[in-house]
Structures are given as C-alpha cells and as structure tokens.
C-alpha cells in the first residue's frame, strides 16, 4: 500500500514569470493540469539551478509542444519512446538532467514497454506521467487508465472490466521492480471542500515538493517517477468544476495518491 504523507508542510510558491519558462501563451485547454505541472516543473528548475544542463524530452499527446513553453534544450521522442530517447541521452551525458512529461496513452499503452524497461534498469531520469484517463489529444478515447464504468468515445456505455480489463496502475507496476529509486502519485486538481462551495489547491503545493524530489532522486542517481492524477474536462463532456469533482471521487479511488517507493528517503527531508 502508499505511503500518506503529512499534508502539514509548509511550501514557498513562486508568482509571476519564471526564468525557466518562455513567454509564449500554451495551447492547453482551459480547466487542464498541463498548465499547472509546467510551471511547477519551470519553478524547481529554477529552484535548483538546473536550467542549463536539463534537456526535456518531449513526448506525443497533449504535452507535445511542451518545449515551447519550459526553456530548456528539448529533444523529440517518437510516440511512447521518450524513456529509450531519455537513457540515450543521459548514458552519453550522465552531467545533465534529463526529463519528459507523458500522457497515459503514450505511457502506458504504446510506450508501456519503453517505461517498464528504463525503470527496471533504474535509468537516472526522471518521468512525470499526467494521467487524466483518456486519450485527450485524438478526441478521447479509452485508455488502459481509464476507470470502470468511465463513457469515452470508444466505451459509449461506459467501460467494462470484464471485457476491457482493470484500469492499468503505473505506479504499482513500477514500484513492484527492484531498480527505480523514487516512485509517487498524487492529485493535482483543485479539491472540493464539502459543503462549503470552496476548493483546496493541495494537490498543487503537495506535487511542487513532489516535483522537487523527483529532480533530486535523479541528481543521487536514481530513476524517478511522478504520476500526477489530472483532469481533461473537455473529453470528459463535463465543466471544469464537475471534472474537479469526478477526479477526487473516481479517479483518486482507482489511482489512490501516496508513496510508493523511496529508497533515497526524500519524503523525510
């Protein structure tokens, strides 16, 4: 089972533009998480002084044009090959940092194989997986992450498990290998407040902390992993509100948040 961790921690979050990303207005619906994860990914580099020697490796999905938005050296991966790509260039570089933002049909269905083997050989990368449960980018359609009884494009009455299979768990999978060093969820929408019509941004300061770690296992030398529960409100045919809603009473059920491993014992710094 994860690990809970203490939401009690304080956290310093950063307003205005940052060094780390570039100037140019994203592509992202609004109402996604794309936006939210790129500038807490934009503030650690800045944070930790990595600018300069991170390549970011892009993936194919909605995080697709992500190298126009963080101001790092990028390279383009074919869909679902971010992980070889990522190794390639960190086995000839092992000075640089080196990262990549993929969705779950890119993750985990056609580059599946690409991730499991790079965390089994416990590559010194670092992987955030932004799981919204659909294909977001082609019209949404089922994924292997998308949770029983979910309508989508491909599952018009909902998707059934005992034709389909059980939504697939990236996290359980990898934190079952002996090599990656770092493997943790955790659900970035904005959290309803019963009864009171309000919103938490926690998800938001807790994966700022978890985004650090992450950076800093790979800097130990270790293979990190972020999956990071998210929403995608326009294929889900829902308001963003409602999609708020859905992910902390569906999704954050089927993908519970926690940490599931932590060999370098970063959640205790």
């Keep these: 089972m994860p690990r809970l961790v203490n939401a009690r921690v304080e956290y310093e979050v950063k307003l205005g533009r940052l060094p780390t990303l570039t100037e140019k207005e994203t592509h992202y619906c609004p109402g996604c998480e794309h936006g939210t994860l790129t500038r807490l990914i934009a503030s650690t580099l800045d944070k930790l002084n990595l600018r300069e020697k991170t390549v970011l490796v892009d993936s194919v999905g909605c995080s697709v044009f992500a190298h126009d938005y963080i101001n790092t050296d990028a390279v383009q991966a074919p869909h679902g090959r971010a992980p070889a790509v990522m190794a390639g260039i960190k086995r000839v570089r092992p000075d640089l940092v080196v990262f990549a933002v993929q969705g779950d049909g890119d993750a985990v269905s056609i580059g599946l194989l690409e991730l499991v083997n ?51 768990d990236a996290s359980r999978l990898l934190a079952s290998l002996d090599a990656p060093s770092y493997v943790r969820r955790v659900v970035l929408p904005l959290e309803p407040i019963r009864d009171t019509g309000l919103y938490s941004a926690r998800g ?34 829902m308001s963003v509100l409602e999609s708020k809603k859905y992910a902390w009473e569906v999704l954050a059920k089927t993908f519970p948040p926690g940490v599931y491993k932590d060999k370098f014992g970063v959640e205790k710094v």
Aim: with cysteine; aromatic share 10%; hydrophobic share 40%.
């Design 118 to 168: 790079a965390a089994n050989r416990g590559e010194p990368v670092t992987i955030f997986l932004v799981n919204n449960a659909i294909y977001g980018m082609t019209g949404g359609q089922m994924a292997p992450t998308t949770p029983a009884g979910m309508v989508t494009t491909t599952s018009p009455y909902g998707r059934d498990v005992s034709y389909t299979g059980q939504p697939l």
């Design 204 to 237: 938001s300061l807790e994966c700022l902390k978890v985004v650090e770690n992450a950076f800093r296992v790979q800097l130990m030398g270790g293979f990190s992993f972020v999956e990071v529960v998210s929403t995608c409100n326009i294929n889900w045919k």
